[in-house]
C-alpha cells in the first residue's frame, strides 16, 4: 500500500476503544497509557486526564468519548475513552465505527455488570477484536480467578487469555499496549483511492468553529483543501488538520488511511458538521458514503422552559451548539400556558437529560425550569384516529380512547443470586414480565424482564440498588411497545387545568399521584385573597382535592365593643368581596413552586448511582 511521504504506515496504525461498566476503571488506566507512552509528562498529569468538563471530574464518570494518539514501540495506537453509563450507550457505538479493536474492561472485586454485557455485544456486532482485561487486581476484594473464568465463558476464550492490570499502580499496563500491538488488526483501506473519512464527533469552538472529529477510511485529506460533506453537500476548505496527542497537534502531512484525528474548517453553523456523515475530497469526491451508525431514538422526553422568558433565543443557540457535541439530543420549540415558550427536548435517559440540563446552565448561563419526564405514547380513538403523545398536553381530551400503547424495554439485571427475590418483587410492581433467568455462576444471577419504559425512568434503579445493597446492575434496550391501561391526570387550580403539572400513569397509579401532586402544591403556592382549591381530576372525574385557605383581613379590628349587628355587617360585606375576587381573580403561582414540583433532580440523581 503506498502512502504519502512522511504519512504514517497504516500497518504500523492500531485503532481500539476501552469499555466498560461505569466506575470500572476506564479513565484511570487510560491516565496510565498516557503516561507510559510518555504523551503526558508527571509536571501535567491529572486523575481522568481524558475527563475535560467540570461534571465528568465533579461526578467521575464519562460523558463524552475522547480520542487520544499514543506512540508505542514503533506503532501509533488511536485509543478512544468511552463512557459507560446506559444512557450515553450511543457514544460507544460511534466509538466502535473508528476501531477494530476494543479493550473489554472488568473491576475484578465486582466482575461483570449489565452495561459491560451491553458493550460488549455491541463490539462483537462491529466486528471488533475483543481482549478481555480484568482491573484493580491490587485491591484486598479482588477475585482475578473468578472472574477470568466468568469472562472466558463469555467471550468463548481460555482464564488464562484474559489479562490483569491495575489501572492505579500500573501492573500489567505495559504488556497490555504490545498485546494491543500483536492482536489488534491494522486498519485496511485504499490510499489511491478517492478520500474517505468518518465523523465520529464534533465540537464547538468558540474562536474557531466546529472542530470536527474524522477516523480516514480510504484516501488522504491535508491542509487547504477543499473537502465536501456528503449528506449536506457543503464544501469547505480545510484551515488545519492534525493529529490529538492529547492536545491537538496539527499535521502539515494531513491525514492517512486508518489514522484519527480532527479537522477545522472555520465554519460556525453547527448544522453542517453531523456526526455520522462522510467527509470527501471536492476535486475527487467519492462514489458512495461510508456507512454511518442508526441515529438513536429518543427514550425520554422533557420540555425545557427559561425562567426568564427573554433568555428563549440564547435557549435555542445553546440546544444548536450542545446538539453538535451531543449528536443524540434532538428538540422542537413548544409552548406552554403556564410556563410560557420553550423546547421540548428527547433524551437517551434520565442521566442524560440531568447532564443536558446542567451543561446548558454551566456552558450557556442560562436559568431553567423542566418538566417532569415522559415517554412516547400512541393513542388510538375509536373513530380510528391516531395521536402520538410527547407531551401530557397532547393527550386526547375529545372522543373516546380505544387503545394506548406505551414503549417497553428489555431489561437485564445482573445480581447475586440471594437477591433474586427481591428484585422480582420490585419488577413485577412495575409491571414487568419475567422473560428468563441464567446463573452465570453459583452466586450469580442474570434476570430478564420487560418492562414499560415509563416505569424505569423514575426511580426504578434507586429501588434496585437500595434492596440489593448496592450489588445489581441494570442495562435496557428497546422493545417496542405494548398497550397498556393509561390515563392523564390533570391538575386544576380554581377548575382550570395546569397544563405543566399534568402527567400520563397507569389507571392504578392516577390517584397516588393526584394525591401527592395536590398536598405538594397545596404547601408551595402562597395564601390568596379567596380560597383556592386544587384538584386531581381524570377526564371530568375529580379524585383528590386539598383547599388553600384565603389570608383573611381582620375587618373587625376597628370595632370594640358595640353591637353584634355591625360587626356581622362587615364580615358579610367582606365575604361578598371575597366572592366577587374569586370569580374574577386568577391563582398566583410563583416560579419557584414550578421548580420545586416540576424538579426531577431527585429521580434523576437516583439514576446515575
Known sequence: MRTQPGQTDPALIRNFCIIAHIDHGKSTLADRMLQITGVVDDRSMRAQYLDRMDIERERGITIKSQAVRLPWDGHVLNMIDTPGHVDFTYEVSRSLQACEGAILLVDAAQGIEAQTLANLYLAMNADLHIIPVLNKIDLPAAQPEKFAEELAGLIGCEPSDVLRVSGKTGEGVRELLDHVVASVPAPVGKADA??????????????RGVVTYVRVIDGHLSKRERILMMSTSATHETLEIGVISPEPKPSELGLGVGEVGYLITGV?????????????????????????????????????YPIDGDEYPELREALDKLQLNDAALVYEPETSAALGFGFRVGFLGLLHMEIVRERLEREFGLSLISTAPNVVYRVIMEDGSEHTVTNPSEFPSGGKIAQVFEPVTKSTILAPAEFIGAIMEICQGRRGQLKGMDYLSEDRVEIRYELPLGE??????????SRTRGYASLDYEPAGEAEADLVK??????????????????????????VDMAKKLRELIPRQQFEVPIQAAIGARVIARENIRAIRKDVLAKCYGGDISRKRKLLEKQKEGKKRMKMVGRVEVPQEAFVAALSTDSSADKSKR
Do not use: N
Open 194 to 207: 478517492a478520500a474517505r473519512a468518518l465523523i465520529f464527533d464534533s465540537v464547538y469552538d468558540t474562536y
Open 268 to 304: 460556525k453553523d453547527v448544522r453542517q458538521s453531523r456526526v455520522g456523515d462522510t467527509v470527501t475530497s471536492a476535486a475527487k469526491p467519492a462514489g458512495e458514503m461510508l456507512a454511518g451508525y442508526e441515529h438513536p431514538k429518543p427514550m425520554v422526553f422533557s420540555g425545557l
Open 489 to 514: 391526570v390533570d391538575i386544576l387550580l380554581q377548575g382550570e387545568a395546569v397544563d405543566a403539572f399534568s402527567a400520563i400513569v397507569h389507571k392504578d397509579k392516577a390517584y397516588g399521584y393526584g
Open 456 to 465: 424505569i425512568i423514575f426511580d426504578f434503579f434507586d429501588q434496585l440498588k
